[in-house]
């Protein structure tokens, strides 16, 4: 089971209170086998000379056997880390070459910068990465190359960390999500993919095929409808505003818990179809004055720094919530969402390393960082 997005916990009413009872014990709580854990001995008083040993939080002392180890990676969220990694390898491998030396020079850095720029990171996370290292690097003392790329991976992932955002789910009802993305980005098959993990967590959706420029588009989105066992709202030809308003306002007699609009896809520089986009957005808000709760950007990760104009130019005419990166899988520009997060930082809320359904997943920058260098 995917956990793609949080649901906004119902405000729960204070129970009365109520007297104790008098005699019967409290019922311990249900604890799975594993992880039951053997008792403790009982302790045996030190001798009065020797000091204590271990950190003292508040009045306690925790000895270091006492700290508890990080919990394991859940194999599910592993498989995909798996998956990551595979479809960043182009990336990585070229980056991870500049570390296979045997001393810290200029030469090093040279080569760091020059696999950085060709990963698509762009120049200004580029230099700044590259201006961490250093820093890093002279306050450490670290002599290896090794050393050099652990520490890049620390710089990538707190540069990604801002990046990281959970989709909330049941803040509103419903919850509108107005997507957009050029062809080709893959926006229609992300819909249906993330339109599938919310019906698997309980959520009902309603689909609006407003993408009405393209002939095969509505088909597609239906097909998705159909597989997920989901709702939908077309016209054939139908302007897409209204069919926009038309679901929303379907959505809110229904009760369903999102809607999500598909928009048709189009270029910044398509000035008339983004002008559609914005007004699509105003009907939408006559349908729910506080909708869309969500602008979700389809941008494929194999377009580099085109991406980062993409968010650039939705972003100032749609004032975009998030980003949905697509086909990172063998792709040598996978730096691209560095130059992202230190240009346009919008929210990263899900990529995807394939065509099936298990490829698309919440992002993590330190994960992503890991699966970025090897």
Request: no cysteine; net charge neutral.
């Amino acid at each position: 089971m995917f956990s793609f997005f949080r649901r906004k916990p119902a405000p729960t009413p204070s129970p009365a209170p109520t007297a104790a009872p008098a005699v019967a014990p409290e019922i311990p709580a249900f604890v799975a086998p594993t992880q039951l854990q053997p008792a403790a001995p009982a302790p045996t008083a030190p001798p009065a000379a020797a000091p204590a040993t271990g950190s003292l939080i508040g009045s306690a002392l925790v000895r270091p056997m006492d700290i508890p180890t990080p919990a394991p990676v859940a194999p599910e969220r592993q498989r995909w880390v798996d998956r990551l990694s595979a479809g960043l390898r182009k990336t990585g491998s070229n980056i991870a070459q500049v570390f296979t030396g045997g001393q810290i020079d200029d030469h090093l850095y040279e080569e760091l910068e020059s696999a950085l720029l060709m990963a698509d990171t762009g120049v200004k996370a580029t230099q700044h990465l590259l201006d961490e290292v250093k820093r890093k690097v002279a306050s450490t003392g670290a002599t290896r190359p090794v050393q050099v790329k652990n520490i890049l991976h620390e710089a990538l992932a707190q540069l990604l960390k801002p990046l990281e955002k959970a989709l909330v789910i049941g803040a509103q009802q419903p919850t509108v999500i107005m997507v957009a993305g050029v062809n080709g980005a893959g926006k229609t098959t992300s819909i249906g993919k993330l339109t599938k993990h919310l019906a698997d967590e309980g959520a009902s959706v309603l689909l609006a095929a407003a993408d009405t420029f393209r002939a095969a588009a509505r088909e597609q989105l239906a097909i998705w409808a159909d597989r997920n066992t989901v709702e939908i709202v077309s016209q054939e030809g139908g302007d897409p505003a209204a069919v926009s308003f038309d679901a929303v306002s379907a959505g809110r007699a229904r009760g369903k818990d999102v809607v999500i609009v598909d928009t048709a896809g189009r270029l910044p520089t398509q000035l008339h179809l983004m002008e559609e986009l914005r007004k699509i957005k105003r009907v939408v808000q006559k349908a729910q004055a506080d909708a869309p709760h969500e602008v979700l950007l389809v941008i494929d990760g194999n377009t580099g720094q085109n991406a980062l104009a993409q968010v650039k130019a939705f972003d100032a005419a749609l004032q975009l919530t998030g980003l949905i990166v697509t086909k990172l899988d063998g792709t040598a520009k996978g730096g691209v969402l560095a130059a992202i997060a230190q240009e346009q930082p919008v929210p990263v809320y899900f990529i995807g390393v394939g065509e099936k359904l298990e490829d698309l997943e919440t992002f993590d920058a330190r994960e992503f960082a890991q699966a970025l260098l090897g």
